[in-house]
């Protein structure tokens, strides 16, 4: 098997749930510091999509697909746009065209964005409006692969087993006062250059680690970044502490509010500790 047949495979059995921990760590790495390795899994992607929604996929592949697709309404959001696409295409599909050469919706949809075809372009036209008067369907399909990208590789950088970065040029390493809840305490500056490529938050936490902890990021807006839960301390320099190790990318220049609360044991949270958060780009 040729190196590029090898790698659509592998994205392919990821996107499908067909690979172990280790395989998937891997492949999930390079599709954070790779762009062109991104672009071909999203283009696997949208190819599995379009396999699935035309009925192309083996009732092997189907099982596959649906059990993960369903497991998130973001991932289940990308079914129901697919489908609606292609609902789309076959619609306006010309009348005279034999179906065996019958474009595929992700074809027409590139051929559509080049074309200098007038009638072509019209159709263009008529595709964004049917997608606005339906919802902001063509911002959602041009941003979430970037969101998504952003949100695995927070997700990747704050699980139980991952290894706490430590500070250097491309970690930037901000202490923030000890947990005190139902409490705001003063604003820290996060410094931001072209090397940073992680921020992290430290927090030193009283219960030495026996307590779980929600983390939520909110913008000048109020507007939620991010929200992780079920953190947990970890042992830094022989002290508990709570680590938060978040992609730069996910920062702008602005002010933030970060959230922290701890879970009780009926699985409510308390009032949160709020952290003010002014990040600088440099």
């Not at 696997?44 to 369903?70: D, P, R």
């Not at 595709?127 to 959602?140: P, T």
């Not at 706490?164 to 005190?180: A, C, G, I, M, N």
């Not at 879970?263 to 002014?278: Q, R, V």
């Amino acid at each position: 098997m040729k190196d590029i047949e090898r790698e659509q495979y592998l994205i392919r059995q990821y996107l499908l749930g067909g690979l172990d921990d280790d395989e998937r760590d891997q492949l999930e790495q390079r599709v954070i510091t790779n762009p062109d390795y991104k672009e071909e899994a999203l283009i696997t992607e949208e190819e599995l999509l379009e396999e699935f929604v035309t009925g192309a996929l083996s009732a092997a592949e189907a099982e596959s697909f649906t059990k993960m697709y369903t497991s998130s309404p973001g991932q289940w959001r990308k079914v129901k746009i697919a489908q609606a696409l292609n609902t789309y295409a076959l619609k306006h599909a010309p009348v005279a065209q034999p179906v065996s050469s019958q474009k595929s919706w992700a074809k027409s949809l590139r051929e559509l964005f080049s074309t200098k075809n007038r009638f072509r372009q019209f159709s263009l036209a008529a595709l964004i409006m049917m997608l606005a008067v339906g919802g902001a369907v063509l911002v959602y399909w041009l941003i979430s692969h970037e969101r998504r990208g952003n949100y695995e590789a927070l997700l990747k950088l704050n699980r139980p087993d991952t290894e706490t970065l430590q500070p250097d040029s491309s970690v930037v390493s901000v202490s923030l006062p000890p947990l005190v809840f139902r409490g705001t305490s003063e604003s820290r500056n996060v410094i931001i250059t072209k090397e940073t490529s992680t921020v992290q938050l430290r927090l030193p936490e009283p219960s030495g680690g026996t307590h779980l902890f929600r983390a939520t990021l909110k913008d000048n807006k109020a507007v939620e970044v991010f929200t992780l839960d079920d953190l947990r301390a970890r042992r830094v320099d022989q002290h508990a502490m709570l680590v938060l190790q978040i992609p730069a990318r996910m920062l702008t220049p602005q002010d933030y509010q970060l959230e922290i609360s701890e879970k009780n044991p009926d699985g409510s949270y308390e009032i949160p500790a709020t952290y003010p958060l002014h990040v600088e780009a440099r």
